[in-house]
């Protein structure tokens, strides 16, 4: 059988960016002062603004279209040409700023436009699981039907912990082939009643319908075992924690609030019991054996 395609991280963006767009910027000031006035270098500027305000928002975008305005000012310095008025001198600082805010502006706006779409899309293209929009959808018409015909809904949220330090300490194809498989594993234990949704990179969730407080406890508790038992064969010193709620009768929560009280229990219990081992499963040939006895059975 075809082995799976391993899911795509987030991208990181470049490191120290004030760093990087403050060098870009003094280079570009230290050109316009060499090239005189006859040359006009401001579009030189647009690239340390533009990537700045894509990957770090708009305060940084700004922040870097004022540093642009007072560098083409030193220039201008540089070469004499600050023999206008005070008036004339501020006018100038000022709508140079602006003008090279207003592509930091669109270019954050763009952005955040694209961010809103991708969170109001229903299903993640990398696992074929719902998003956490097309989650809370489902989960309101689940409490609208317990609610007329009877029942009770829970749900279960799954965190993936040392992720990011896996992927920091060897690299990210191996972070993200372990993250591929760990989507494998929960889908092999999730029932086909179940909804499956990705609440972000390493958070997921499992809707059981028809489902009580009891049942999801024991759920929780077999995924977190069979999860972290397949976490171990990996030998990767990795984690999940796993938490779960049970939606009141009486429609006293509605999804988004099931859903928060559920993470809140995943951190909960992420922080007072971090690792989760099968009895006996202390090296990875131990664990491989007590995983695959414990998937035979």
């Given at each position: 059988m075809r082995s799976p395609e391993p899911l795509a991280l987030v991208p990181e963006p470049p490191r120290y960016p004030l760093a990087i767009a403050a060098c870009w910027i003094a280079g570009c000031g230290v050109i316009a002062g060499a090239a005189g006035s006859g040359v006009r270098t401001e579009l030189l500027y647009l690239p340390a603004i533009l990537a700045l305000a894509w990957y770090y928002g708009l305060r940084y975008g700004l922040a870097a279209a004022v540093g642009s305005a007072l560098s083409t000012f030193a220039a201008e310095a540089?070469?004499?040409?600050l023999d206008a008025g005070p008036a004339?001198?501020?006018?100038n600082l000022v709508s140079r700023g602006l003008l090279l805010a207003l592509p930091a502006w669109l270019v954050w706006l763009v952005r955040s436009q694209r961010r809103s779409l991708a969170g109001l899309?229903?299903?993640?293209?990398?696992?074929?699981?719902?998003?956490?929009?097309?989650?809370l959808g489902v989960v309101a018409e689940e409490l609208i039907r317990t609610e007329r015909l009877g029942g009770e809904t829970s749900i279960v949220c799954i965190g993936l912990t040392g992720l990011s330090r896996l992927a920091?300490?060897?690299?990210?194809e191996q972070a993200?082939?372990?993250?591929?498989?760990?989507?494998?594993?929960?889908?092999?234990?999730?029932?086909r009643t179940d909804q499956l949704a990705r609440l972000g990179e390493d958070e997921f969730a499992l809707l059981l319908r028809g489902t009580g407080s009891k049942a999801a406890m024991d759920t929780a508790d077999k995924l977190a075992q069979s999860l972290t038992g397949w976490l171990l064969t990996?030998?990767?010193d990795l984690s999940c924690a796993v938490g779960f709620t049970t939606a009141p009768r009486g429609r006293l929560l509605d999804a988004a609030a099931l859903l928060a009280r559920a993470q809140a229990h995943m951190y909960e219990r992420r922080s007072a019991r971090p690792v989760i081992r099968p009895a006996g499963a202390v090296t990875r040939a131990a664990a491989v054996k007590a995983y695959s006895a414990g998937s035979q059975g």
């Open positions: 540089m070469m004499g040409g004339i001198l501020a006018w899309s229903t299903t993640d293209a990398a696992t074929g699981f719902a998003t956490r929009h097309g989650l920091s300490e060897r690299g990210r993200e082939a372990v993250l591929t498989g760990f989507v494998g594993a929960l889908r092999t234990c999730a029932r990996q030998g990767n």
